[in-house]
Each structure stands twice: as structure tokens, then as C-alpha cells.
């Protein structure tokens, strides 16, 4: 069974950063895909990164490539989400998801069979 841990969210002051962890436990298949994306009230859910182990590809969206980045660790079982320059548009519940076979490294949330149940994300003065 594929369990995902997130942590790392938190209420920052605008132009401050955050680190988010997601760890991946219980993968059956060689390759695997994980992803952030974030959901602020009232919007549609929107992916940020991803990572797959099919053909090591990272990817961060365009909107926020200037800001964010992403790492892996842990046997690329896990993505970390390094958050800078932070603003208040960047509010949101931010979840991990996994992909538990080989695929590409995609920002769209169909692909993908395991959500985390997600950290909150506030940037406030």
C-alpha cells in the first residue's frame, strides 16, 4: 500500500520560504512519479513539480520556476519543494501525489493513483 507523509508547511510572512517533504513509502513498481500541487479556496487545483524515476525527469510550472525548486532524496522515494520569495498568492493547501508505475513527470492530477492528505500553505504580513 502506497503511503505518503507531507510536512513542512506553515504560515510565512511574505518574501520568507518553506521547505515542503514529501516522503513515499510502499511503492510495488520499479519507476514512479510523484508530484506537488496546490488548491487555494475557491480555485482549481494546480500542479506545481513532479519527478519520475522512469526517465529522471524534474519539472517545475512556469509560474513559480522562478521561485521554486525541487530535489529528491531518499532513493528518489521522496521530493522536497524548496519555496522562496514567497507571496500571498502562494497560499493554499499544497498536497503530494504518487504515481505507483512508469509514466512521465506530469503537472496534470489524472495520472496519478495516491494523494497525501495535505499541509497548509499561509503567506501573510
Known amino acids: 500500500q502506497v503511503h505518503i507523509v507531507e510536512s513542512g508547511g506553515g504560515l510565512v510572512q511574505p518574501g520568507g520560504s518553506l521547505r515542503l517533504s514529501c516522503v513515499v513509502t510502499?511503492?510495488?513498481?520499479?519507476?514512479?512519479?510523484i508530484g506537488w500541487f496546490r488548491q487555494a479556496p475557491g480555485k482549481e487545483r494546480e500542479g506545481i513539480s513532479c519527478?519520475?524515476?522512469?526517465?529522471?525527469?524534474?519539472r517545475v510550472a512556469d509560474f513559480v520556476q522562478d521561485r521554486f525548486t525541487i530535489s529528491t532524496g531518499n532513493n528518489n522515494n521522496a521530493i522536497f519543494l524548496q519555496m522562496n520569495n514567497l507571496k500571498p498568492g502562494d497560499t493554499a493547501v499544497y498536497y503530494c501525489?504518487?504515481?505507483?508505475?512508469?509514466?512521465?513527470?506530469?503537472?496534470?492530477?489524472?495520472?496519478?493513483?495516491?494523494w497525501g492528505q495535505g499541509t497548509q500553505v499561509t503567506v501573510s504580513s
Open positions: 501525489a504518487a504515481r505507483d508505475s512508469w509514466g512521465p513527470c506530469l503537472t496534470t492530477a489524472a495520472p496519478y493513483d495516491y
Open positions: 510502499g511503492f510495488t513498481s520499479d519507476y514512479h512519479t
Open positions: 519527478f519520475s524515476s522512469s526517465d529522471g525527469v524534474r
